[in-house]
């Protein structure tokens, strides 16, 4: 059973560059959230994709786009990168949008802004 | 004020020692969330409860609704829980399974 795939593991942009990070959930799992990760920080949420369409957003601007696929992999974008999105992005699934449904995390995608 | 505040942020323990970390929030909540995050950033779920305490092996997980608190207990504990334990919310004002996090403590057990 393969839980949360996340792809690549690490990453060097430079500034003003734009960069796509993807995500596979766990099998049968149908909702992927994503979350940014600064160093010696909690992680903090970007947003959250189900049936295909961004359901919930966090306070990131709108440089910071997703997509999610048939197949429920999801993709992050972000554009116009800076030096302040270097961070650990995270993906979670989830079944449905079902309060108090566990989290499964990915290994996170380390990205590095020169 | 972050809506999740974890204490202390690093804790420093000698092998065998009993440990507690804990966890105050602000809002309403329909879960707490205790994860584990080690050096390579993957972030695994210990546990998920919204009243009373779980037991996980050595792991103990209690929670009190009225005082907004939360406790994590690592009981004998050994060099391989050193980690990053992180505190996170399910809030009532958001639907769905989105999570606010804590900032987290770093344990460090010595052996």
């Known amino acids: 059973d393969a839980g949360v795939t996340q792809s690549p593991t690490h990453l060097i942009k430079t500034r003003g560059q734009q960069v796509t990070l993807r995500c596979s959930p766990k099998?049968?799992?149908?909702?992927v959230s994503w979350y940014q990760q600064a160093l010696g920080q909690g992680p903090q949420f970007i947003f959250q994709?189900?049936?295909?369409?961004?359901?919930q957003r966090g306070n990131f601007p709108d440089r910071f786009s997703g997509h999610q696929f048939p197949n429920y992999s999801s993709e992050l974008n972000v554009n116009a990168l800076l030096l302040g999105d270097s961070a650990l992005y995270l993906c979670?699934?989830?079944?449905?949008?079902?309060?108090?449904?566990?989290?499964?995390f990915g290994d996170g995608t380390r990205l590095s802004i020169l | 004020k972050n809506e999740v505040e974890q204490s202390p942020q690093n804790l420093t323990a000698q092998e065998g020692e009993f440990i507690t970390i804990n966890c105050s929030y602000s809002?309403?909540?329909?879960?707490l969330h205790w994860l584990q995050q080690h050096p390579g950033g993957g972030i695994v779920s210990l546990f998920m409860l919204s009243s009373g305490k779980k037991k996980h092996g050595r792991l103990i997980a209690t929670i009190n609704i009225q005082e907004k608190h939360s406790s994590l207990h690592i009981t004998a504990s050994h060099p391989r829980d050193s980690a990053v334990y992180i505190c996170?919310?399910?809030?009532?004002?958001?639907?769905?399974?989105?999570?606010?996090f804590g900032e987290g403590t770093q344990l460090t057990v010595n052996p």
């Open positions: 099998s049968g799992h149908d909702t």
């Open positions: 979670a699934s989830s079944l449905g949008q079902i309060l108090n449904q566990p989290q499964h």
């Open positions: 996170a919310v399910s809030p009532l004002e958001t639907s769905g399974s989105r999570l606010t």
């Open positions: 809002v309403g909540i329909s879960a």
């Open positions: 994709y189900y049936e295909e369409e961004e359901r």
